[in-house]
């Protein structure tokens, strides 16, 4: 049975930053496309960010871009979101998952993540962004 766990959230003012993890029991991250994924209240859940299966490639939503920094260890089996620059709309319940097939798809030049199709959820950590 696979089960993540997502800790480090919490409220943050406007401009600062956050680091998010995610360790899982079940599943190994080593050698899997995993990704974060976020849902605001009265909003769909979104892909963040994710990194492919040989951990050189990293994907970012264009919101998060130049701001958002993933990455894993694969020693310790676990990810990392760091979030820095914060802004009032990063405000949401934040999400590890292993997606369904790949994390990323290209098309006009530049690579996109697809919209979440993820077999299981953790709980999710809560990041509040405060003005």
């Known amino acids: 049975q696979v089960q993540v766990q997502e800790s480090g959230g919490g409220l943050v003012q406007a401009g600062g930053s956050l680091k998010l993890s995610c360790t899982a029991s079940?599943?190994?991250?080593?050698?899997?496309?995993v990704g974060w994924y976020r849902q605001a209240p009265g909003k769909e859940r979104e892909a963040v960010s994710c990194i492919s299966w040989s951990g050189h490639s990293t994907y970012y939503a264009d919101s998060v871009k130049g701001r958002f920094t993933m990455s894993r260890d694969n020693a310790k089996n676990t990810l990392y979101l760091q979030m820095n620059s914060l802004k009032l709309e990063d405000t949401a319940t934040y999400y590890c998952a292993e997606p369904r097939g790949d994390c990323a798809y290209y098309s006009g030049g530049a690579y996109h993540l697809n919209a979440p199709d993820v077999p299981y959820w953790g709980q999710g950590t809560q990041v509040t962004v405060s003005s």
């Open positions: 079940g599943l190994t991250f080593d050698r899997r496309a």
